[in-house]
T-cell receptor
């Protein structure tokens, strides 16, 4: 079974530029997540989608970050304009979980490493 | 303070047992998870325990949960150099059990 795919793996941009990350979840997984992992810290949830709807985006800095999952499969996360403190690994994850079910096994991609200079 | 706390580093000798500890604050946590992250890689789910259990064993891994003290531990028997990684404790609660992560414990295994 193919895992969660992300691209690009690495990106270096200057502050105030924009960047976009792409994620393809495991086939059939209804729920997709974007996490931000700053060096030395644990991952922090930015946004959760179920199919193509947003379940939770309370931690997403909406003045500069946006995410979409238009057809309920692939997703993109965009940052515009980038700040130095956005340097982090952006992890995409997916799970079979849907409302009303119990348990939630989340599978992570390898991450997109962003450096803002 | 942090919702999930872990010590930052643990160093063990190859062949010894490793014990990684974690404390959490949310008494409604339903699932407690352990994830492993190797350098340059994403997070791999190692194991999880439901809150009504106090122990779970899976080959070399043993998870102990003390719900009263909100304390979780991961024991790795016969630790190998390939076990060197960052281990994240996470708690999941609410309707979707989304894990909230600690800062991770770097396990260093030396010969």
């Amino acid at each position: 079974e193919a895992g969660v795919a992300q691209s690009p793996r690495y990106k270096i941009i200057e502050k105030r530029q924009s960047v976009a990350f792409w994620c393809n979840p495991i086939s059939g997984h209804a729920t997709l997540y974007w996490y931000q992992q700053i060096l030395g810290q644990g991952p922090k949830l930015l946004i959760q989608f179920q199919n193509n709807g947003v379940v939770d985006d309370s931690q997403l800095p909406k003045d500069r970050f946006s995410a979409e999952r238009l057809k309920g499969v692939d997703s993109t996360l965009k940052i515009q304009p980038a700040k130095l403190e956005d340097s982090a690994v952006y992890l995409c994850a997916s799970s079979l979980w849907e409302s009303g079910t119990s348990g939630n096994t989340i599978y992570f991609g390898e991450g997109s490493w962003l450096t803002v200079v | 303070g942090e919702d999930v706390e872990q010590s930052l580093f643990l160093s063990v000798r190859e062949g010894d047992s490793s014990v990684i500890n974690c404390t959490y604050t949310d008494s409604s946590s339903t699932y407690l998870y352990w994830y492993k992250q190797e350098p340059g890689a994403g997070l791999q789910l190692l194991t999880y325990i439901f809150s009504n259990m106090d122990m779970k064993q899976d080959q070399r891994l043993t998870v102990l949960l003390n719900k009263k003290d909100k304390h979780l531990s991961l024991r790795i028997a016969d630790t190998q150099t390939g076990d060197s990684a960052i281990y994240f404790c996470a708690e999941g609660s609410g309707g979707s059990y989304i894990p909230t992560f600690g800062r991770g414990t770097s396990l260093i295994v030396h010969p």
